[in-house]
């Protein structure tokens, strides 16, 4: 399936608008986090967190605040309060900061407080559709293996692709997953999602994902030097871009695509989890082609291609010369100079 055909876009040359556009993406997600910190959900804080059905309507959500400060034992003033899923499931989320003894029934008295509260202010009948109980000590240590887990996976990143590519390729690589990792926590923090289990198995998902797209480019890259010896390493990085473009926009359109219906239709739970994959993917596939491509041109600027030659396939592996390279790419739609 070609969507371009011949493509021949100067991507190299809008690297520095690029950046400037991802600077102020960061910041802003910065600046969100310095006013108003990062809104942890109860995995990480710890708490109780309880999701209520009401029968009839959902009452308001000030009604419901009230109510726990008024019966709530040490006043609502640290309790969150908020809608939960669409209109017509009629569910309230109450969270709790955990506050006593992390043992036995203390994990779960806040629960039974929070719906004699609700009860007592004559707010309808409900069920309790789920319970959710975090204490503190774990609440750290979840924290704690998530930071590890983003750290180490970053360092192997960064050491493989040193090892399979060379450096300039791994600084690259790397530099453009911690893009997208303060990218996708930017639009997190502006829309006030809660960082969660979930959001922090989708934002491992991405780097993933961003990752092997940034090394389909650079084996691209590495192949197209043998016959572009010569040629300006900002050349040889277009050219791959191009060749690999309708690749990148396929898988990358077909991804968004699922998440995209997994975030209309996978329900409240899952929300959060689509909405990190969803900008996840897009600023991923941005990323690989502006961000880990440009840093690669920074990098090497006016030392040209051989030292990349160097580190691809030896000899006895046949590659294609940039004139059979060009013949090839007619036949296929796709210009590879």
């Known amino acids: 399936m070609q969507i371009f055909h011949n493509p021949n876009f100067n991507f190299v040359k809008y690297r520095w608008h690029a950046l400037v556009v991802s600077w102020v993406l960061i910041l802003t997600g910065l600046g969100m986090i310095w ?122 990143i960064l050491l493989y692709l040193w090892f399979r590519f060379e450096l300039s390729f791994a600084v690259g690589a790397t530099v453009a997953t911690l893009h997208d990792i ?34 389909v480019i650079f084996d691209r890259i590495r192949e197209n030097v043998r016959g572009m010896r010569k040629d300006n390493i900002k050349d040889i990085v277009n050219v791959a871009v191009n060749q690999t473009l309708n690749r990148t926009i396929i898988t990358g359109g077909t991804a968004l695509l699922s998440v995209i219906a997994l975030y209309f239709f996978g329900g409240e739970v899952l929300r959060g989890f689509a909405f990190t994959m969803i900008v996840g993917i897009i600023t991923g596939t941005y990323s690989s082609v502006f961000i880990a491509a440009a840093i690669v041109t920074f990098w090497r600027h006016g030392r040209g291609a051989a030292r990349i030659a160097a580190s691809a396939p030896p000899p006895g592996v046949a590659r294609p010369t940039a004139t059979a390279r060009q013949r090839k790419g007619s036949r296929n739609g796709v210009r590879a100079s």
């Open 182 to 215: 303060l990218i996708t926590m930017a639009f997190l923090m502006v829309f006030r999602y809660e960082m969660s289990l979930n959001i922090i198995a989708a934002l491992l998902t991405m780097t993933g994902y961003s990752t092997n797209d940034t090394i």
């Open 35 to 156: 006013v108003k910190g990062i809104p942890l959900g109860v995995e990480f804080s710890g708490g109780t967190q309880v999701v209520l059905q009401f029968d009839q309507r959902r009452p308001d959500i000030d009604q419901v605040r009230t109510a726990l400060d008024r019966n709530f034992p040490g006043g609502g003033q640290n309790v969150v309060v908020q809608t939960y899923g669409a209109e017509a499931q009629r569910s309230i989320l109450v969270r709790v900061p955990h506050t006593g003894k992390e043992s036995g029934t203390e994990l779960t008295r806040t629960a039974d407080e929070i719906q004699s509260a609700v009860k007592a202010a004559s707010l309808g009948a409900f069920k309790v559709a789920g319970t959710e109980v975090v204490g503190p000590v774990v609440g750290q240590e979840l924290t704690s293996k998530g930071t590890w887990a983003f750290g180490l996976s970053l360092f192997f």
